[in-house]
């Protein structure tokens, strides 16, 4: 028997070997995919333009030093007036969002203009959105019919 050749169980050992390479060398590849793909659709903070935000009527409405009406994107936050208000966690969700943006530059992703006129957009101060941190501190909610508009929302729905 010659030494170059396999038995059965070194034949196994290699196969198995061989396919757990490929599919992890797959993984890979679509993990790269999914990152050039973010890199070249989702601008990073330093390519956007600024706003200096004046300060917030509410949790997720904010007044630039220009005058410009800024509609958070993709969170909703309890409402101070009206039928559905709720004013302990509203005004916890205003005061929270002037002391993270009121008198501050931060980075403006615009996206539409709303039905009042206002400029749908999503804001980020540094490394941090916005949106997302208000999310996660329990100041605001993921609005789900318009969550496909940012990009750390659009699977967490």
């Given amino acids: 028997m010659s030494k170059n050749k396999l038995n059965s169980e070194q034949r196994f050992i290699r196969n198995i070997l061989i396919g757990f390479f490929s599919a992890l ?3 890979f590849i679509f993990a790269m995919l999914a990152l050039f793909q973010t890199l ?5 903070a330093s390519d956007m333009p ?3 935000i004046q300060n ?3 949790g997720d409405t904010c007044t630039t030093s220009e005058g410009e009406k800024i509609r958070l994107a993709c969170i909703d936050t309890p409402e101070l007036r009206g039928k559905k208000a709720d004013h302990i966690p509203a005004k916890a969700a205003r005061d929270y969002l002037n002391d993270l943006v009121a008198e501050s530059k931060v980075n403006i992703r615009r ?3 709303d039905r009042y006129g206002r400029t749908v957009a999503e804001i980020s101060k540094g490394p941090i959105n916005i949106q997302e941190h208000l999310v996660e501190k329990g100041f605001a909610r993921i609005y789900e019919r318009y969550s496909s508009q940012c990009e750390w929302s659009k699977n967490q729905v």
């Fill in 56 to 58: 917030c009527y509410d």
């Fill in 40 to 44: 070249t659709t989702y601008p990073s």
């Fill in 50 to 52: 600024t706003v200096t």
């Fill in 25 to 27: 060398f797959i993984v």
């Fill in 111 to 113: 996206i539409a203009e």
